[in-house]
């Protein structure tokens, strides 16, 4: 591992410095000439130069009465003492022990006798390198001459100093320059409006957006209690001018901070626009307060979409609202239809009945097909009170074993059962759901009896009843074994009165209308698909227990 001694820091600190100024192989310009010629005159000699020492040459950055030039660092008389920082003087260096050997005393660079040299030493300690001044003749200086020639060596690292500086500053500039490019190119760029004021409100910046907004630029003479009426600032409700006191711009001066004020800027050409307006002070580093600017979103399409939904949603309440009316009514109705129609019509069909055992022959046969019109306008009703039931009464949803459901359908059945010599099962355990169970046994009572209703008159009538998990859902299958519903028609059999074509079974077309109300009413769906082993299959799903 190598080891850096202090003397090594020393150096490399001091080649640092010079490496800063950025003199080396660089030209002297007029100021360190002429400065050079000027201490030739103060020692009375025709031979000066200035030179720099870095790590292994010595650089004569400009000369006086020789064309200089770079040689070894071991070969310079200037690199001996330098880094002393004392002046050096001696009146002939022939008879120096320290420089008599040296080669530019020797004639191998020069025939040097008389030379003087005053240390080129920075603000901060470091030599940089001399101002030599000689001649191949002996010679002497005063105090005077001594004085002058290091005053001229401060005056060359003053030189060097305001050199480093102006090129600092020239970079600062340039790199400022820069930053501002392309501060003013984000700007003009961004399709948000910035705008900003000076500590009195004034306008100091419109980017382009802003100036595309407003159409014009901003005017800096412009009173800020004017702002609203020059730029055309209105509440959100689009009609009231801004106050002074309200412009997001001079709350955020004043206040310090604004965030999310709604404006609106209505353009002298093209749609208003609604923003939303952030912004903040600007503060020096020595808190000082020195402006504000603020971010101007435009939300104009946002807050029409918001308007739309809101429209939207007062609408869908309005028609909520005449549903739930329209279901009382409804229920009213049902209601009324229970007593008013079929009570009359029990009341006909009981004569009907006595007239059955008075009349012969012709009359009889009237008075069995009004009996058989009674019975069907009776059932119409039911089917239609039960229609109304499934979609107005109260629907209270508990977590319900749909096998005691599927159980006490199976009971009510029984005589249709019986009747078709039908079988009807659960080959597995139903699982337990969230419903209404008065509901959801209308609903699995419709679509048992329509599976032994709809049967295929080759085969006795299969209805199996099964489970399984959708998603978050359970989907019933309802399965027989039938007739089977052609492709064309599944789309509209949960249609009001829609009934099967070619078929010649009794029904009203309602019972799968009511079906789908109470699937509607516990937030499932409900389809009808082809059965693989002939026939049909109607799915409808119900929420998992667990959900609730």
């Known amino acids: 591992?190598?080891?850096?001694?202090?003397?090594?820091?020393?150096?490399?600190?001091?080649?640092?410095?010079?490496?800063?100024?950025?003199?080396?192989?660089?030209?002297?310009?007029?100021?360190?000439?002429?400065?050079?010629?000027?201490?030739?005159?103060?020692?009375?000699?025709?031979?000066?130069?200035?030179?720099?020492?870095?790590?292994?040459?010595?650089?004569q950055l400009t000369t006086?009465?020789?064309?200089?030039?770079d040689s070894a660092r071991s070969d310079s008389m200037c690199a001996i003492r330098f880094e002393s920082g004392e002046f050096t003087y001696i009146p002939d260096a022939s008879v120096?022990?320290?420089?008599?050997?040296?080669p530019w005393v020797t004639g191998v660079h020069a025939n040097v006798r008389f030379y003087a040299s005053a240390p080129l030493i920075t603000p901060d300690g470091y030599a940089l390198g001399s101002l030599c001044v000689f001649h191949d003749q002996p010679a002497t200086l005063d105090d005077q001459q001594v004085a002058r020639l290091k005053d001229l060596a401060q005056v060359i690292v003053a030189l060097f100093e305001r050199r480093r500086q102006a090129r600092i500053n020239a970079e600062l500039a340039a790199m400022s320059e820069a930053r501002q490019r392309w501060t003013d190119t984000l700007l003009e760029t961004i399709d948000v409006a910035v705008v900003a004021c000076d500590r009195d409100g004034h306008l100091t910046l419109f980017n382009r957006t802003a100036r595309e907004w407003h159409g014009v630029d901003a005017d800096p003479r412009v009173d800020p209690?004017?702002?609203?009426?020059?730029?055309?600032?209105?509440?959100?409700?689009?009609?009231?001018?801004?106050?002074?006191?309200?412009?997001?711009?001079?709350?955020?001066?004043?206040?310090?901070?604004?965030?999310?004020?709604?404006?609106?800027?209505?353009?002298?050409?093209?749609?208003?626009?609604?923003?939303?307006?952030?912004?903040?002070?600007?503060?020096?580093?020595?808190?000082?307060?020195?402006?504000?600017?603020?971010?101007?979103?435009?939300?104009?399409?946002?807050?029409?979409?918001?308007?739309?939904?809101?429209?939207?949603?007062?609408?869908?309440?309005?028609?909520?609202?005449?549903?739930?009316?329209?279901?009382?009514?409804?229920?009213?109705?049902?209601?009324?239809?229970?007593?008013?129609?079929?009570?009359?019509?029990?009341?006909?069909?009981?004569?009907?009945?006595?007239?059955?055992?008075?009349?012969?022959?012709?009359?009889?046969?009237?008075?069995?097909?009004?009996?058989?019109?009674?019975?069907?306008?009776?059932?119409?009703?039911?089917?239609?009170?039960?229609?109304?039931?499934?979609?107005?009464?109260?629907i209270r949803c508990v977590t319900a074993d749909l096998g005691d459901v599927f159980d006490s359908v199976v009971a009510d059945l029984h005589a249709e059962i019986s009747a078709g010599t039908a079988t009807v099962i659960a080959p597995d355990p139903l699982p337990k759901v969230s419903c209404d169970p008065v509901l959801a046994r209308q609903l699995l009572q419709n679509l048992v009896a329509n599976a032994i209703k709809y049967r295929h008159p080759d085969r006795l009538p299969h209805v199996e009843v099964t489970a399984g998990r959708d998603g978050g859902c359970w989907a019933i299958t309802v399965a027989d074994n039938g007739m089977g519903i052609p492709p064309e028609q599944r789309s509209r059999v949960f249609d009001m009165f829609t009934r099967l074509e070619g078929t010649s079974a009794a029904g009203h077309g309602i019972g799968l209308s009511s079906c789908m109300r109470i699937v509607d009413r516990h937030g499932g769906t409900i389809r009808v698909a082809e059965n693989p082993g002939g026939g049909t299959q109607v799915i409808f799903t119900l929420p998992d227990q667990k959900l609730i």
């Open 64 to 69: 006086v009465g020789f064309e200089g030039g």
């Open 225 to 394: 209690a004017d702002y609203s009426d020059r730029y055309a600032l209105f509440e959100a409700d689009g009609e009231t001018p801004l106050a002074p006191e309200r412009i997001p711009l001079l709350r955020a001066l004043h206040e310090g901070t604004v965030s999310n004020a709604e404006i609106i800027i209505r353009r002298h050409s093209g749609a208003p626009i609604h923003a939303t307006v952030s912004g903040r002070a600007l503060i020096a580093p020595d808190g000082t307060p020195i402006g504000a600017v603020v971010a101007m979103n435009d939300v104009t399409t946002d807050r029409a979409q918001q308007r739309v939904i809101e429209n939207a949603r007062r609408e869908l309440a309005a028609a909520n609202e005449e549903l739930r009316r329209s279901n009382t009514d409804l229920t009213n109705f049902a209601g009324a239809v229970s007593h008013d129609l079929v009570a009359p019509l029990g009341a006909v069909g009981g004569y009907l009945e006595l007239l059955e055992d008075v009349v012969e022959g012709q009359p009889r046969n009237w008075v069995d097909a009004a009996s058989r019109a009674v019975t069907r306008m009776r059932d119409l009703i039911g089917s239609l009170l039960k229609y109304a039931q499934a979609g107005s009464a109260p």
């Open 96 to 102: 120096d022990d320290t420089y008599r050997e040296n």
């Open 1 to 59: 591992m190598d080891l850096v001694t202090p003397v090594d820091e020393r150096e490399q600190r001091r080649l640092a410095a010079l490496h800063e100024y950025r003199l080396l192989d660089s030209p002297a310009g007029d100021e360190l000439e002429a400065v050079v010629r000027v201490a030739a005159t103060v020692a009375g000699v025709p031979t000066a130069t200035l030179n720099l020492i870095d790590e292994d040459r010595q650089c």
